[in-house]
């Protein structure tokens, strides 16, 4: 029996577009889209502010960033390096200086117990190694007493409760890591790139606002997010890399200087997305929900 509404409940079989409906409106179970090409940054762009990059570097991966902005990132994480450094040497000398302050007072309870059987040598004898239960002061359960008053307990704050433990610090890692792909960066490793652009006389129309910007330095074809890029370190020429396989490769020498390349001075450039699956790794993004089980 066929529906004849959209929204008709008379149907035997639950489908695939009514159970997507219902799990998007009940809010559980995980919802995912697949990104389109304009969710993806340009080949030129920056990969912290997915804007045009104005002096582009590339790391030893090919990942493009703008100097001002990887620099001024690179800053901040050393800067951070140094506050949890000295926050961690700050909890390393307080539990020194606990320690040493247990000590003394284990000294000093051993010496008042040897005074105190010194004194009482002439009376009856003393269990030198058996506490009285009697003499044993017990503490005292007022918060106004043994400097207690400076440090007074607030309930309402997690941290302040008597139940609360001191965060242990850990070491921090002194290592700048790339904010893509996770591994240590430095800033001398950063190689400095030039686009070669298209020179187009009769487009009069400001850099930034043209659609096909950049050209291969040698081949001159047009560099966008479908057109696979490569760097050549020596230079920071930007050609495509078909000119790589074709002309590059054949003898191993710069096509515009002359001079001699090893295959490390190649680094394919990290491009955008462009829409297609064969293209990028993944071009899905995921909401990950509370999810119900039967």
């Not at 390393?92 to 008042?112: C, D, I, V, W």
């Not at 800033?187 to 910007?213: C, H, M, S, W, Y």
Request: charged share 30%; glycine share 4%; proline share 6%.
């Amino acid at each position: 029996m066929t529906r004849h509404a959209r929204n008709c409940t008379a149907g035997a079989v639950y489908t695939y577009h009514e159970k997507k409906k219902d799990a998007q409106a009940s809010g559980y179970g995980t919802n995912s889209q697949r990104v389109g090409k304009d969710s993806v940054k340009d080949f030129d762009c920056c990969s912290l502010t997915l804007q045009p990059c104005v002096n582009p570097v590339v790391t030893s991966d090919g990942y493009l960033f703008d100097k001002e902005v990887i620099l001024e990132y690179i800053i901040t994480k050393k800067n951070e390096y140094c506050r949890k450094l000295k926050e961690y040497e700050k909890q390393k000398r307080k539990e020194e200086a606990e320690l040493a302050e247990l000590a003394a007072a284990e000294e000093r309870s051993k010496l008042n117990s040897f005074l105190k059987t010194e004194k009482n040598i002439v009376s009856a004898p003393v269990k030198a190694f058996k506490s009285d239960p009697l003499n044993i002061e017990k503490p005292s359960v007022s918060n106004m007493t043994e400097g207690r008053d400076k440090h007074l307990p607030s309930f309402w704050i997690p941290s302040k409760t008597p139940e609360a433990k001191d965060k242990t610090l850990k070491k921090p890692d002194r290592n700048v890591y790339c904010p893509v792909s996770g591994k240590p960066l430095k800033a001398k490793d950063l190689i400095d790139i030039k686009f070669t652009p298209v020179k187009d006389p009769d487009d009069k129309k400001a850099l930034i606002v043209k659609q096909n910007r950049y050209m291969c330095a040698v081949t001159h074809d047009i560099l966008s997010n479908s057109v696979p890029c490569a760097v050549i370190k020596t230079t920071g020429d930007v050609v495509t890399m078909e000119c790589v396989e074709k002309i590059i490769k054949k003898d191993w020498c710069h096509p515009l200087t002359g001079e001699k390349l090893k295959e490390q001075d190649v680094i394919p450039l990290q491009r955008g997305g462009t829409g297609y699956s064969s293209t990028n790794l993944n071009l899905e993004g995921k909401h990950e929900r509370p999810v119900l089980q039967a």
